[in-house]
């Protein structure tokens, strides 16, 4: 299986801060990766997807990066609403694993 | 408006069964790959299942081969999870999630459903 791999696990931030936060394939050959955000008791919300592109409805302060096996998410100025977890997921193989999580609180 | 509603979960003692069903409605279900996900309390998601748009080809996560086995009735726009020999550490919201073709992503998801193992 291909191991997904997140940086940092915990962050702390302010609002108005830029975020950045890394995930890193053990293999691929494509730009399948995609972001979610979780909030407490709910279920996950697609973010990104395709590395890049942005899902419809999410703010534009939300921005993905990277290729093949390294991959960034980006928050250009954190906003209240955005202190949740977040989760990469690679989907170059049918086995559709996801990273183990960036939890990002308010300092 | 997709919408996904999971069923099924509850309590059952390690070594039993438990069977989940996941309906979904406000789109041409039978176009879609399907995929279970789930969340053991405190953790992360972890993948556990995949099933083609037809439910010919399915793929599971090393965690679960041979004890559950995913399945879908395009006739009546659900998705199955039917788990056998139930450990411990399967304890978790077990949720459905809709996958877009071409460009892989799990862009729909149901509220999840609660499984608990234990004596």
């Known amino acids: 299986d291909i191991q997904v791999t997140q940086s940092p696990s915990f962050l702390s931030a302010s609002v108005g801060d830029r975020v950045t936060i890394t995930c890193r394939a053990s293999q691929g050959n494509s730009s399948y990766l995609a972001w979610y955000q979780q909030k407490p008791g709910k279920a996950p919300k697609l973010l990104i997807y395709?590395?890049?592109t942005l899902q419809s409805g999410v703010p534009s302060r939300f921005s993905g990066s990277g290729s093949v096996t390294e991959f960034t998410l980006t928050v250009s100025s954190l906003q209240p609403e955005d202190f949740a977890t977040y989760y990469c997921q690679q989907l170059n193989s049918y086995h559709r694993t996801f990273g183990g999580g960036t939890r990002v609180e308010i300092k | 408006e997709v919408h996904l509603v999971e069923s099924g979960g509850g309590l059952v003692q390690p070594g039993g069964s438990l069977r989940l069903s996941c309906a979904g409605s406000g789109f041409s279900f039978s176009n879609f790959r399907m995929n279970w996900v789930r969340q053991a309390p405190g953790k992360g998601l972890e993948w556990v299942s995949h099933?083609?748009?037809?439910?010919?080809?399915?793929y599971y996560a090393d965690s679960v081969k041979g004890r559950f086995t995913i399945s879908r009735d395009n006739a009546k726009s659900s998705l199955y999870l039917q788990m056998n020999n139930l450990r411990d550490e399967d304890t978790a919201v077990y949720y459905c999630?809709?996958?877009?073709?071409?460009?892989?992503?799990?862009?729909?998801w149901g509220q999840g459903t609660l499984v608990t193992v234990s004596s």
């Open positions: 099933i083609s748009s037809g439910g010919l080809t399915m």
């Open positions: 999630a809709r996958e877009i073709p071409f460009l892989p992503q799990f862009d729909s």
């Open positions: 395709a590395a890049s």
